[in-house]
């Protein structure tokens, strides 16, 4: 079983919803590899949510994947009401504590790279997990909201237009 660390932007709400990007296309992850774009066609839906690509701790499922400019975009439902154990994994992710996602693979094509690594034309995805420590440099958490963060800016929103209408 292969896997590759990737630098990660993660948004996740008090319902669970969470967004982030899977793997960042130009970029290599610490041992050299590359994910060019359209290597993930064929990707099939839903996809296992899981804490350190560990297969017996699921805390969500990823139900959108869209290859963008930038890499692959990804939003899920992490299993808050459902399953204790990602609550736990929620609240670490608003914490701070766990920052990455990494995804799990299997290489269908890929030619060596000068200098070490992989650049990877064709693979299968079968799980995306979260993580504390990615091994691409860059990987992080850039914003971690809630519910009720997102109501007050709406409502701080709505008074200020309210007042450049002169409401």
Do not use: C, Q, Y
Request: glycine content about 12%.
């Amino acid at each position: 079983m292969e896997h590759a660390f990737i630098e990660t932007k993660i948004l996740a709400d008090d319902a669970g919803l969470i967004s982030g990007l899977a793997w960042k296309f130009g970029i290599p992850d610490r041992v050299g590899d590359m994910i060019e774009p359209g290597a993930f066609k064929g990707l099939k839906l839903p996809l296992p949510m899981l804490f350190g690509h560990d297969m017996n701790d699921p805390v969500g499922v990823w139900t959108e994947a869209l290859e963008t400019g930038a890499g692959l975009a990804l939003e899920g439902r992490m299993l808050v009401e459902d399953v204790p154990r990602a609550r736990e994994v929620r609240a670490l992710v608003k914490a701070g504590a766990v920052g990455g996602l990494s995804i799990g693979f299997v290489t269908r094509k890929a030619v060596a790279r000068t200098g070490g690594g992989r650049t990877i034309k064709a693979l299968d995805l079968f799980e995306v997990s979260l993580v504390t420590a990615p091994m691409h440099p860059g990987a992080r958490i850039t914003g971690a909201k809630s519910a009720a963060d997102a109501f007050r800016l709406a409502e701080s929103l709505r008074r200020a237009a309210a007042a450049i209408r002169g409401n």
